[in-house]
């Protein structure tokens, strides 16, 4: 069974930053394009970045430019979420997600989020 864990999330001062973790299992991590998204309280989910599984390309959404970064690491399964100077708009749930295709299309499974909270 597909399993993605995220971690990492909690409460920061704007400005600061944290690094979101997502070990997953139960799939062909090298074959798998990995997004990140978020949903703020009121708010429709929006990706905030994705990175391919071929040639490692990533896309961010425009508002987290310059300041998040996506990884992945194979040997270990795992994806990160760099995120630097943060700001009380980054403030949502954090999911991971996964699926056998393109970076920039729909994806299949899903962690259960984190909660990432930046006071002002």
């Known amino acids: 069974e597909v399993q993605l864990v995220e971690s990492g999330g909690g409460l920061v001062q704007a400005g600061g930053s944290l690094r979101l973790s997502c070990p997953t299992s139960?799939?062909?991590?090298?074959?798998?394009?990995l997004g990140w998204f978020r949903q703020a309280p009121g708010k429709e989910r929006e990706g905030v970045s994705c990175?391919?599984?071929?040639?490692?390309?990533?896309y961010y959404e425009d508002s987290v430019k310059g300041r998040f970064t996506i990884s992945r690491d194979n040997a270990k399964n795992t994806v990160y979420l760099q995120m630097n100077n943060l700001k009380p708009e980054d403030t949502a749930v954090y999911y991971c997600?996964?699926?056998?295709?393109?970076?920039?299309?729909?994806?299949?499974?899903w962690g259960q989020g984190t909660q990432v909270t930046v006071s002002s």
């Open positions: 997600a996964t699926h056998y295709g393109d970076c920039n299309s729909d994806y299949e499974y």
């Open positions: 990175i391919s599984n071929s040639d490692g390309r990533t």
């Open positions: 139960g799939f062909t991590f090298d074959d798998a394009a």
